[in-house]
């Protein structure tokens, strides 16, 4: 991916409510893309990640997201938040060109309301 | 279960102080990655090894220099603190046969004053 966009710089929702985080990116060539997951004063966790396999990917702790092609986006979702979901989250994809690097996106905080 | 660790969770230094950020990853990992994190910036690339003693500039190199000597130790250097270098540092390794997944450190965060 060329660029990495994170729609929206926090979210906040109900606990047990739906979580939706978006991210689009724009590549012109075959993307590998990921979700991580940052808690306070921590590094950076992946919740999982696409690779041209299965356009929808399950991860960790019950995200999962979705590739689709046609929209270039990667959003991430989980059916029912919970406090502990209360974090920082990062998209990231494979720059383009012959290069191993991935380019972030500038992260979401998920905030969870009792 | 790969593991890459930072020197230091909190450091605090003078204005013009040299400074070491070191990493270090048990995995075997050809390549490793410094980022510095800023609020609504996300994560920059610094600098990049690909291996022993290779480097890459990234994104924002200027004001830091890399050490990598040995293949599991990837170190950060300030040369000259100043404190717009103040923030979130965090550091990132993968296997060059991997699919470009990265594995990070817990992150130092350095305050200069």
């Known amino acids: 991916a060329q660029s990495v966009t994170q729609l929206g710089s926090h979210v906040s929702v109900s606990e047990g409510a739906l979580v939706l985080l978006r991210c689009n990116y724009s590549?012109?060539?075959?993307?590998?893309l990921f979700w991580y997951v940052q808690y306070p004063n921590q590094g950076l966790q992946l919740l999982l990640k696409?690779?041209?396999?299965?356009?929808l990917v399950k991860g960790i702790n019950g995200f999962e997201a979705e590739f689709k092609k046609s929209e270039t986006s990667f959003h991430l979702t989980k059916p029912s938040a919970h406090m502990s979901d209360a974090a920082e989250y990062f998209c990231?994809?494979?720059?383009?060109?012959?290069?191993?690097?991935?380019?972030f996106g500038t992260g979401t905080l998920l905030a969870v309301q009792p | 279960d790969v593991k890459v660790t930072q020197s230091s969770r909190y450091l605090v230094k003078r204005t013009g102080e040299k400074v070491f950020l070191e990493c270090v990853q048990d995995?075997?990992?050809?390549?490793m990655f410094w980022y510095r994190q800023d609020p609504g910036l996300g994560l920059r690339l610094i600098y990049f090894s690909y291996d022993v003693k290779m480097k890459e500039k990234g994104d924002i190199p200027e004001g830091y220099s890399v050490s990598r000597e040995k293949k599991e130790r990837f170190s950060l250097i300030l040369e000259s603190a100043s404190t717009n270098q103040t923030s979130m540092y965090l550091c990132?390794?993968?296997?060059?046969?991997?699919?470009?997944?990265?594995?990070f450190g817990p992150g130092t965060r350095l305050t200069v004053t």
């Open positions: 590549s012109s060539v075959p993307p590998y």
């Open positions: 995995m075997d990992h050809e390549n």
């Open positions: 696409y690779t041209s396999a299965a356009t």
């Open positions: 990231a994809g494979r720059r383009g060109g012959a290069t191993n690097k991935l380019i």
């Open positions: 990132a390794s993968r296997s060059r046969d991997g699919n470009y997944e990265q594995y």
